[in-house]
């Protein structure tokens, strides 16, 4: 356990503190600890606290050791056991510091807490504490992440950089390495969940509190199936699954993007809830009882293999592309010599010094052998990460950005020392990204929350709330806003560009609630306020947008939507009176009607027939057409034909007449599900076109129709190509910087340069005659000006949406030569234009 600062004049009992998310998961173990808090000079503080089942084993417990501390058991512990606390209430054993001789300092607070429905004890800030339950959470932590169904109409809405305007979750995805190789290749991509409604096991990753990537999916199996429940505690969410008794066992399933998921035993199968697609399999030992291994399968055939204890193993996509994950034995941090499981690939690199614990991911391998390596710090999180090239990327947490001061031992600070933040990267180019948490100024407007507590040096009480960003340039790029509760309230760009504030409202009796978002467009001189409603219900514990009181860009036109009994958009109706609806396979949730403008003149029919076993369409009928594919088993087109109809509408379905010749394409595979060959519907001439591949996967040639044969060759170790060669033999030299931009390309020895800033935003690019144009982009990332070498300039200037409200072209003279200004209305659609064009 790291730094707890129990001191209860000094932190009050709202403080939250989600490192320590293995312990909020359920009752503490039936015993306190005794832990050593931090060194001061010659001097060691130790702490005492924690939650004893009964009266007098805390009292036994304290008296044991004070005397260890040399100190009167009966000034400390009093001469016997207090009383025992009856339900719902507690009691407690403390007291100021206690110093020995050694010299040793001991701050003495320890609890029996008789938890019930109202009352329970939390760790973070060693106290029992009072909850309200919240009797029907906005959302579980189903909803976390990007919102990215399979189906358009299921979309939800998200707002600003995004905030989810239906339950405040703020998330944000970080991609650090990306390889250049095609197919199910390496990647780390963080996503950042701020998870006001997120069970609290779900926030703790190898990236610290919050954050979740690919290498953090795992499975944890529970004894009994949960019930997810949240409470208010002194203003902080929290939420937490909760074991239901006298049922069967269930899985809890941990996603990349932070999304958990559910699954209990009925019989013999793993069941999900019914809007998941996913599917969970066991492989049982010879007993019958006993899981040797789990096969998950996602939505679109992904293949994760785990151990039965849930460490995942491998990852392989329909086509047969194949990641394998390695593990530390704990006996040796090179997994050459020894590695879990036997059969995976040994790490090329491994780290020195203390040895990493069992079941500690070293490194991740793709088919062609490319690795990815990984460091850990003394609390086990990842402090490097080794790209392919030996190139690393340095991951550092608690620091300033936080609320840390290092070096103090000031209470308040102390928490944000040992808050679990990730608060900053460095890429191998040697630039920095820094993440701010819990900046007071970002809580609740800047207002006190009343009994909340200030940790000082301007930092508050949502400990581990990502309130910013400073980019690789230098500049705070991105903020965000939180009210009390900890639920995602603004969201802005630099400079205040980008701009949304959401208000949240309160919670019917069945969940529904109605949010406000307020848009701030227009520009300083002629700013445009705009607020509309959303409004939301729960259902199967997501919380799902069912209207819309004004059109929204991003919005597809929405207005209002109803939904069935599995979360599936039954019905869609826009601004224009439109009614769309939508009928599906209930046992796949997949969409096989739809009719747009439904009860209309102009009403549209698409039907589709879905394979047996895959996810794919087989046949889609809509207007004027029938579309027919065939696929392999590993889910790759094998054929596509398109039939003409004379069905305007679509309304007759596959009943529809035929009219017109068919067009027809056919398409080939290598073993790893990569294209070989693609022949168009022409008959009269050559209509196909071959590839081949390397080794490693690589794309070496392309011969077309014509038989003209292109090559690319020298590749580097991420997978990205050296040269390309015309089939008239011309030659295209291509260099990348470090984080993998393209720097130069030589076309038959003719330079062209390209120069970054530490975004990868375009500064410069040089021809090879010498001339150049440069950009220009103001802190929110957003172009605002373009020169070049002969002195000639456009400016931009935008409005607060990003929109081009005004645009200056001047001479090498600085002279005005032509000038456009613009007008958009709330939907930045364009109103009206004033100028040259």
Same mark, same amino acid.
């Given at each position: 356990?790291?730094?707890?600062?129990?001191?209860?004049?000094?932190?009050?009992?709202?403080?939250?503190?989600?490192?320590?998310?293995?312990?909020?998961?359920?009752?503490?173990?039936?015993?306190?600890?005794?832990?050593?808090?931090?060194?001061?000079?010659?001097?060691?503080?130790?702490?005492?606290?924690?939650?004893?089942?009964?009266?007098?084993?805390?009292?036994?417990?304290?008296?044991?050791?004070?005397?260890?501390?040399?100190?009167?058991?009966?000034?400390?512990?009093?001469?016997?056991?207090?009383?025992?606390?009856?339900?719902?209430?507690?009691?407690?054993?403390?007291?100021?510091?206690?110093?020995?001789?050694?010299?040793?300092?001991?701050?003495?607070?320890?609890?029996?807490?008789?938890?019930?429905?109202?009352?329970?004890?939390?760790?973070?800030?060693?106290?029992?504490?009072?909850?309200?339950?919240?009797?029907?959470?906005?959302?579980?932590?189903?909803?976390?992440?990007?919102?990215?169904?399979?189906?358009?109409?299921?979309?939800?809405?998200?707002?600003?950089?995004?905030?989810?305007?239906?339950?405040?979750?703020?998330?944000?995805?970080?991609?650090?390495?990306?390889?250049?190789?095609?197919?199910?290749?390496?990647?780390?991509?963080?996503?950042?969940?701020?998870?006001?409604?997120?069970?609290?096991?779900?926030?703790?990753?190898?990236?610290?509190?919050?954050?979740?990537?690919?290498?953090?999916?795992?499975?944890?199996?529970?004894?009994?199936?949960?019930?997810?429940?949240?409470?208010?505690?002194?203003?902080?969410?929290?939420?937490?699954?909760?074991?239901?008794?006298?049922?069967?066992?269930?899985?809890?399933?941990?996603?990349?993007?932070?999304?958990?998921?559910?699954?209990?035993?009925?019989?013999?199968?793993?069941?999900?809830?019914?809007?998941?697609?996913?599917?969970?399999?066991?492989?049982?030992?010879?007993?019958?009882?006993?899981?040797?291994?789990?096969?998950?399968?996602?939505?679109?055939?992904?293949?994760?293999?785990?151990?039965?204890?849930?460490?995942?193993?491998?990852?392989?996509?329909?086509?047969?592309?194949?990641?394998?994950?390695?593990?530390?034995?704990?006996?040796?941090?090179?997994?050459?010599?020894?590695?879990?499981?036997?059969?995976?690939?040994?790490?090329?690199?491994?780290?020195?010094?203390?040895?990493?614990?069992?079941?500690?991911?070293?490194?991740?391998?793709?088919?062609?052998?490319?690795?990815?390596?990984?460091?850990?710090?003394?609390?086990?999180?990842?402090?490097?990460?080794?790209?392919?090239?030996?190139?690393?990327?340095?991951?550092?947490?608690?620091?300033?950005?936080?609320?840390?001061?290092?070096?103090?031992?000031?209470?308040?600070?102390?928490?944000?020392?040992?808050?679990?933040?990730?608060?900053?990267?460095?890429?191998?180019?040697?630039?920095?990204?820094?993440?701010?948490?819990?900046?007071?100024?970002?809580?609740?407007?800047?207002?006190?929350?009343?009994?909340?507590?200030?940790?000082?040096?301007?930092?508050?009480?949502?400990?581990?709330?990502?309130?910013?960003?400073?980019?690789?340039?230098?500049?705070?790029?991105?903020?965000?806003?939180?009210?009390?509760?900890?639920?995602?309230?603004?969201?802005?760009?630099?400079?205040?560009?980008?701009?949304?504030?959401?208000?949240?409202?309160?919670?019917?009796?069945?969940?529904?609630?109605?949010?406000?978002?307020?848009?701030?467009?227009?520009?300083?001189?002629?700013?445009?306020?705009?607020?509309?409603?959303?409004?939301?219900?729960?259902?199967?514990?997501?919380?799902?947008?069912?209207?819309?009181?004004?059109?929204?860009?991003?919005?597809?036109?929405?207005?209002?939507?109803?939904?069935?009994?599995?979360?599936?958009?039954?019905?869609?109706?826009?601004?224009?009176?439109?009614?769309?609806?939508?009928?599906?396979?209930?046992?796949?949730?997949?969409?096989?009607?739809?009719?747009?403008?439904?009860?209309?003149?102009?009403?549209?029919?698409?039907?589709?027939?879905?394979?047996?076993?895959?996810?794919?369409?087989?046949?889609?009928?809509?207007?004027?057409?029938?579309?027919?594919?065939?696929?392999?088993?590993?889910?790759?087109?094998?054929?596509?034909?398109?039939?003409?109809?004379?069905?305007?509408?679509?309304?007759?379905?596959?009943?529809?007449?035929?009219?017109?010749?068919?067009?027809?394409?056919?398409?080939?595979?290598?073993?790893?599900?990569?294209?070989?060959?693609?022949?168009?519907?022409?008959?009269?001439?050559?209509?196909?076109?071959?590839?081949?591949?390397?080794?490693?996967?690589?794309?070496?040639?392309?011969?077309?129709?014509? !038989?003209?044969?292109? @090559?690319?060759? $020298? =590749? +580097?170790?991420? &997978?990205?190509?050296? *040269?390309? %060669?015309? /089939?008239? #033999?011309?030659?295209?030299?291509?260099?990348?910087?470090?984080?993998?931009?393209?720097?130069?390309?030589?076309? !038959?020895?003719?330079? @062209?340069?390209? $120069? =970054? +800033?530490?975004? &990868?935003?375009?500064? *410069?690019? %040089?021809? /090879?005659? #010498?001339?150049?144009?440069?950009?220009?982009?103001?802190?929110?990332?957003?172009?605002?000006?373009?020169?070049?070498?002969?002195?000639?300039?456009?400016?931009?200037?935008?409005?607060?949406?990003?929109?081009?409200?005004?645009?200056?072209?001047?001479?090498?003279?600085?002279?005005?030569?032509?000038?456009?200004?613009?007008?958009?209305?709330?939907?930045?659609?364009?109103?009206?234009?004033?100028?040259?064009?």
């Amino acid at each position: 356990m790291t730094n707890l600062f129990v001191l209860r004049s000094r932190i009050s009992n709202a403080a939250r503190w989600i490192v320590l998310i293995t312990m909020l998961c359920s009752t503490l173990p039936a015993r306190a600890e005794l832990v050593k808090w931090f060194q001061l000079g010659g001097e060691t503080f130790y702490r005492w606290q924690g939650n004893y089942p009964t009266a007098i084993a805390l009292w036994t417990a304290c008296v044991e050791i004070v005397k260890d501390f040399k100190g009167n058991p009966n000034t400390w512990c009093k001469a016997a056991p207090p009383a025992e606390p009856p339900i719902d209430s507690y009691v407690s054993l403390s007291g100021g510091y206690i110093t020995s001789n050694e010299p040793r300092t001991l701050w003495l607070e320890a609890y029996v807490c008789r938890e019930s429905a109202t009352l329970k004890y939390f760790a973070d800030i060693n106290t029992c504490e009072r909850m309200t339950p919240i009797p029907v959470p906005a959302s579980t932590s189903k909803a976390n992440g990007p919102s990215c169904p399979e189906s358009s109409q299921n979309r939800q809405p998200f707002c600003g950089n995004p905030i989810s305007p239906v339950i405040g979750n703020k998330v944000q995805q970080e991609l650090d390495y990306q390889s250049g190789a095609p197919g199910l290749s390496l990647t780390l991509l963080r996503t950042y969940n701020s998870g006001a409604y997120s069970s609290a096991s779900s926030f703790s990753g190898k990236f610290g509190s919050h954050w979740k990537t690919a290498i953090d999916r795992r499975l944890v199996l529970m004894p009994t199936q949960t019930k997810f429940t949240c409470y208010v505690r002194s203003y902080a969410i929290y939420c937490d699954d909760i074991a239901l008794p006298n049922t069967s066992a269930s899985v809890i399933a941990h996603r990349a993007d932070g999304k958990v998921y559910s699954y209990s035993k009925s019989g013999s199968e793993w069941r999900g809830d019914p809007d998941i697609n996913d599917r969970l399999n066991a492989i049982y030992a010879a007993d019958g009882t006993t899981v040797d291994q789990w096969i998950y399968t996602t939505a679109n055939h992904a293949v994760e293999s785990y151990d039965g204890k849930g460490l995942l193993l491998s990852e392989t996509n329909i086509e047969g592309e194949r990641l394998t994950f390695t593990y530390s034995m704990g006996t040796t941090n090179d997994t050459q010599v020894a590695r879990y499981p036997a059969d995976a690939p040994g790490c090329s690199h491994h780290q020195d010094g203390a040895l990493l614990p069992s079941g500690t991911l070293a490194c991740v391998t793709d088919r062609a052998g490319r690795q990815l390596q990984f460091e850990y710090d003394a609390k086990l999180r990842i402090s490097r990460v080794i790209d392919p090239a030996g190139l690393p990327y340095i991951y550092s947490y608690d620091g300033q950005s936080g609320g840390c001061i290092p070096g103090t031992t000031t209470y308040g600070y102390g928490l944000a020392c040992n808050a679990n933040n990730l608060t900053s990267v460095t890429y191998p180019d040697g630039k920095s990204r820094t993440y701010y948490y819990n900046e007071n100024a970002r809580i609740n407007d800047g207002t006190s929350c009343p009994g909340a507590p200030q940790q000082g040096n301007g930092f508050g009480h949502l400990i581990s709330y990502l309130t910013g960003i400073t980019d690789e340039n230098g500049q705070r790029y991105a903020s965000w806003s939180y009210d009390c509760y900890g639920k995602a309230s603004i969201s802005e760009h630099a400079g205040g560009v980008d701009k949304i504030r959401i208000d949240f409202g309160a919670a019917d009796a069945d969940g529904s609630r109605t949010n406000t978002v307020t848009t701030y467009g227009g520009t300083a001189a002629t700013p445009l306020t705009v607020v509309r409603s959303y409004h939301s219900k729960s259902i199967l514990g997501v919380g799902r947008n069912d209207s819309i009181d004004q059109l929204c860009a991003g919005c597809d036109g929405m207005k209002a939507r109803t939904y069935d009994a599995k979360g599936n958009v039954a019905t869609s109706t826009d601004f224009g009176g439109r009614v769309n609806i939508f009928t599906y396979d209930l046992t796949r949730n997949l969409e096989t009607r739809r009719v747009e403008a439904s009860g209309t003149g102009s009403a549209r029919t698409v039907n589709t027939e879905w394979h047996p076993a895959l996810r794919v369409p087989i046949r889609i009928a809509e207007p004027k057409r029938i579309t027919t594919y065939t696929y392999d088993e590993h889910r790759n087109l094998l054929s596509k034909s398109i039939q003409p109809t004379s069905d305007i509408s679509g309304a007759s379905g596959f009943s529809a007449s035929s009219v017109g010749s068919t067009r027809n394409w056919t398409y080939s595979y290598n073993e790893f599900g990569q294209v070989l060959t693609v022949k168009g519907p022409r008959t009269d001439v050559n209509d196909s076109v071959s590839y081949a591949y390397d080794s490693s996967g690589n794309l070496v040639t392309v011969v077309n129709a014509l !038989g003209h044969v292109t @090559t690319l060759s $020298d =590749y +580097d170790v991420n &997978g990205r190509a050296g *040269k390309i %060669t015309d /089939p008239n #033999g011309l030659e295209t030299v291509l260099n990348y910087t470090l984080r993998g931009w393209l720097a130069s390309a030589s076309v !038959g020895g003719q330079l @062209t340069s390209y $120069d =970054y +800033d530490g975004v &990868g935003q375009l500064r *410069k690019a %040089t021809a /090879p005659d #010498g001339s150049w144009v440069s950009y220009t982009y103001d802190a929110a990332h957003r172009l605002i000006a373009i020169g070049d070498n002969g002195g000639n300039v456009i400016s931009y200037t935008l409005d607060n949406l990003g929109n081009r409200a005004a645009e200056q072209v001047r001479d090498p003279g600085g002279n005005l030569v032509r000038q456009v200004s613009r007008v958009y209305n709330s939907l930045n659609q364009l109103k009206q234009i004033t100028g040259g064009l």
